[in-house]
């Protein structure tokens, strides 16, 4: 099934971490695939939890260039591309029953990875994957072809207040 | 800070482990206790993967008199206020860095626990202790309590078409 995390507030990644956590528990076989997050600037805590369970963590389009203006658009437009055409491989040649696909939303969004090319990857997908998305501005489109859609509403948030982004917290 | 996980739509328990295992990763203190939930008659493996990972698990007022009869809703309340009171003492005399009371949200909705005392308990709560409360339902004087307040839409769910809760995606 697709599953959809979406909306403003916090709990998207962290959503999918858990489902990778339970499922991890459960026996299945996970890999965790980040887009447009700078994995070798910033340390993501998740990941290394995730890998000691037994996950497979990897970054595609390490960051993005509207947080780094040194990022070159076209290039991580491109590597987003490659991440995308990685894991369509990836699915086809070994038996993975869960795949998230981190903030793949905000690459759709920004126009890094058109819509139609992850809608292909969700209908040539095997049938038994469960595969997770998330990110803020899911489109109708993608919407319409998941089975689970949740929005995460930010009622509150203490970045409201000028709080930065705290360590094992929000990342 | 207070986390508060509430709404309808799937993710509210599923983002506090997500919580756990990115603050894990970051090498905290973490105790996860749910409320509500029959741990002994259903496994959960979340909570495998948790503990595997280096948190405590605890499990106070086992399951709920409004999905098996067989329960005395007396004798719940009186488990989840003991519960309460457990984590109340560990908190104090324990250094803990994050706690998460899993559907206590639910246990106050349902009038199991007075809302009051879960306020006061936030009141007394170290102040560097991340504190995560899920569940539907959060009211007024909790949401005005918390830091973060996520709010979960159920966009859309395949319970909706009949389907049931599965291994390793529902618990």
Redesign the interface.
Known sequence: ?I???T?K???K????????????????KVCFASFNKDTDKYK???????R??GAEVISFAKGHPGLDKSLDPNKIAEDANIGLQFLRDKISNEKI??LVMDEILIAVRDNFIPESKLIEFIEDKPTDL?LVLTGRGATDGL?EK?????????????FQKG?LAR???E?
Chains 1, 2 share one sequence.
């Open positions: 099934m599953h959809l995390y909306g507030g916090k709990g990644t962290t959503a999918a971490v858990g489902l990778c956590t339970r499922a991890l528990g459960h026996g299945f993501y805590n998740e990941h290394d939890s995730l000691k369970l029953d869960l469960e919407i998941a089975d689970y859609v949740s929005c995460i509403e930010c009622v509150k948030h203490p709080q360590k094992g917290i990342f």
